[in-house]
């Protein structure tokens, strides 16, 4: 796994430079050398940033904002040379970008670790800190993903002598089951022995495993977390970053040009562009109401994929053949739906979220970022989660009975597909998780390559022009759009593999496997096909820290109440231990009679623990007991833990802080002024 990658950079004591102690700094002598590229890069970027082109007073200053009024076009910093390895050169002698991309940046090392000081080197602690987090994360996701696939591997080995499914299958024509839909529209009864394979299937995502793998999956987030600190403050003391902080951010250069007066900043004394507070607030809490209207949206959008699922099961359930795949017919066709329109509506929004941003008139480019953050994020998680929690939590829970169905637009409300919503949420799962993964990866590879060959044609006219300088070679690749969609993909994905891993363990397994490719394919994008960016500091990965908590801490709360309310795991146990140990007549016991008065032509079946009267049965009020309770205890069990592994792993290592105070002296005594000794 480890790879000995060429020039490593060395890595040396380091401390606050100061011009006054030159000479005592390392490798001073050699002006050419003793500041990096990116260091340099740094420095220019600075220096372009402040300079004033015109009226200070009305905030002329800076590259940003001569871009912004398209008086430059681009302005980047230089690639290393060219990224194509020339054949019979010693690695030593590569430039940094090849260096990369030969050991990095291509298929072939897919299994090595990362090269993380020469990314940082190259790219600067930004870039280099989210790939520092990506392999991290992408590592964390292999004993996630083994668990997972030994979860799913018992519930293979057991599935055919599941007492359950067993009974549904050799019941022949002993339960006569309530037609899907109404029998005026032409639906049929139906045995409930036709859905043996499904019953099976559902084993397969229903089974003691997955409770067990819920536990251990909420244990593993909370560690991942903590342990990601730990891990973020070595790189942080590593690259010197620790003690990093953004000194008062200039104005955004797009906000220099639109801000409608001026006033001193009460900090630096400098008399810059102002926006009115309350007129800015005013504006947040506009673009607030429409990220609302477009949830709003979202929820109308998935009431109309039901409201297809509910119509396109009706013509199937007439059809003998396709009867006892109906519902999952419909399902799965229904996800495929929901995944287009959760794409389509994800576009639309981020446009419509950075126009909206731009508008509010944000100062800085942090709060620009962390109210874009905030919006999308949102958004996309409502999204992409909520059809997930309705199969979750709602479908199925509010149907009713013969003779007393509830209607929704003159539509029976839908039931459960046969094999139950677990089975339904594992398929919903599939679609919308690996379907956004495929289409993100071809994404990444086709849409740089088409920008990158408009953007030559534009330069070139299409013709070869022979030799082209450094400066041209590089604007001909894609503008970098920065760190944004990589950390929103990999933390929606964060979200598919907690907080419904009960309901498909096999999810971390794909997330490990889009990892591999993900991590080698921002590699490649970043090497060959976009600009080089300005090499960013930063010592964590920010806000995004806080949103991986906050869905760590959903995912209890999700897993606890999906074994509780939508797997058989409880209505079997307390079954067991009521009955019969060995699930006996399970089957009998859970489906209730229609009532007499169901306006059905014959006696039938169905799901739900009543009696002959559709009243609620006492069993069921002991089973809502259990399953409130069994929320509760999980919940403070798993937080419990989570609290004891939060206090039990420092944030900081204890041999990394013996070892930043040792340093931290070291520095104070080589950079101290040598005293003559004095005579008393």
Request: proline share 4%.
């Amino acid at each position: 796994m480890k790879i000995d990658v060429p020039n490593k950079p060395l890595d040396f004591m380091t401390c606050t430079f100061k011009r006054s102690k030159l000479n005592k700094f390392l490798g001073s002598e050699n002006k050419d050398t003793f500041f990096s590229n990116t260091d340099r890069t740094r420095v220019v970027h600075e220096i372009l940033a402040s300079t004033t082109y015109g009226k200070r007073k009305r905030a002329e200053v800076g590259i940003d904002r001569l871009l912004e009024e398209d008086i430059f076009q681009a302005a980047y910093p230089l690639h290393d040379g060219p990224d194509v390895i020339p054949p019979n050169v010693q690695d030593e002698d590569l430039n940094k970008r090849q260096v990369l991309k030969k050991y990095w940046a291509r298929w072939g090392v897919w299994y090595k670790y990362q090269p993380l000081d020469h990314i940082r080197e190259y790219f600067g602690e930004k870039i280099g800190i989210y790939f520092a987090w990506l392999g991290f994360y992408t590592g964390w996701l292999l004993p996630a993903s083994i668990i997972g696939v030994l979860v799913f591997l018992y519930g293979v080995a057991t599935m055919f002598s599941y007492e359950p499914a067993r009974q549904i299958c050799e019941s022949g024509g002993d339960f006569l089951m309530c037609p899907l839909c109404d029998e005026a529209i032409g639906c049929t009864f139906w045995n409930i022995s036709d859905i043996c394979l499904q019953a099976q299937i559902t084993y397969l995502f229903d089974n003691p495993g997955t409770v067990f793998y819920a536990v251990f999956m909420s244990f593993w987030a909370v560690s991942f977390l903590e342990y990601w600190k730990r891990k973020q403050a070595s790189l942080a003391h590593h690259w010197d970053v620790m003690d990093f902080e953004e000194e008062e951010e200039r104005p955004r250069p797009q906000f220099a040009a639109r801000a409608p007066m001026m006033e001193k900043n009460a900090i630096t004394g400098i008399t810059e562009p102002y926006f009115p507070e309350d007129t800015r607030k005013r504006r947040w809490l506009t673009g607030i109401g429409v990220l609302c209207g477009m949830v709003v949206l979202v929820l109308i959008f998935m009431l109309g994929v039901i409201l297809y699922r509910v119509l396109i099961s009706i013509p199937l359930s007439k059809n003998d053949l396709l009867r006892p795949n109906a519902q999952s017919i419909a399902s799965m066709t229904g996800a495929c739906v929901n995944l287009v329109l959760i794409m389509a509506l994800g576009q639309v929004y981020q446009r419509l979220a950075g126009i909206l941003n731009d508008w509010e008139m944000h100062r800085t480019q942090t709060e620009y970022e962390d109210n874009l953050t905030f919006k999308v994020f949102v958004f996309q998680f409502m999204n992409f989660f909520s059809s997930i929690f309705y199969i979750a939590f709602f479908k199925g829970k509010f149907v009713g009975y013969p003779g007393n169905y509830v209607y929704i637009f003159g539509l029976r409300n839908e039931d459960c597909a046969n094999g139950g919503c677990l089975v339904e949420l594992a398929q919903q799962l599939v679609v919308i998780m690996i379907g956004k993964q495929m289409i993100n990866n071809c994404q990444e590879v086709a849409v740089p390559k088409l920008k990158q060959f408009i953007q030559r044609w534009k330069m070139r006219g299409g013709a070869d022009k022979g030799d082209v300088s450094r400066w041209e070679e590089d604007y001909e690749l894609v503008e970098n759009e920065g760190l944004f969609e990589e950390y929103l993909e990999m933390i929606i994905q964060f979200g598919f593999i907690t907080v419904f891993v009960a309901a498909f363990p096999l999810a971390p397994l794909f997330a490990l496997l889009n990892n591999w490719i993900e991590i080698r394919l921002d590699g490649a994008k970043y090497i060959s096909e976009v600009r080089r960016s300005v090499a960013d500091r930063a010592q964590d990965i920010g806000v995004w820290y806080d949103i991986l908590e906050f869905i760590a801490q959903m995912a209890v709360i999700s897993n606890a109440f999906l074994i509780a309310f939508t797997s058989e795991f409880l209505p079997r146990q307390m079954y067991k231990y009521q009955y019969e140990w060995d699930l006996h007549g399970y089957i009998d016991f859970q489906l209730a009679h229609s009532p007499n008065n169901s306006g059905l032509s014959k006696p039938c079946r169905y799901k739900d623990f009543r009696d002959d009267e559709g009243n609620l049965t006492k069993f069921y009020y002991q089973l809502l007991a259990v399953r409130l309770g069994f929320v509760i205890l999980f919940e403070h069990f798993v937080f419990g833990v989570g609290r004891l592994i939060d206090f039990a792993v420092p944030d900081v290592p204890e041999s990394l802080e013996v070892k930043i105070k040792r340093e931290a002296y070291m520095a104070k005594q080589a950079l101290q002024e040598v005293q003559a000794p004095q005579k008393f």
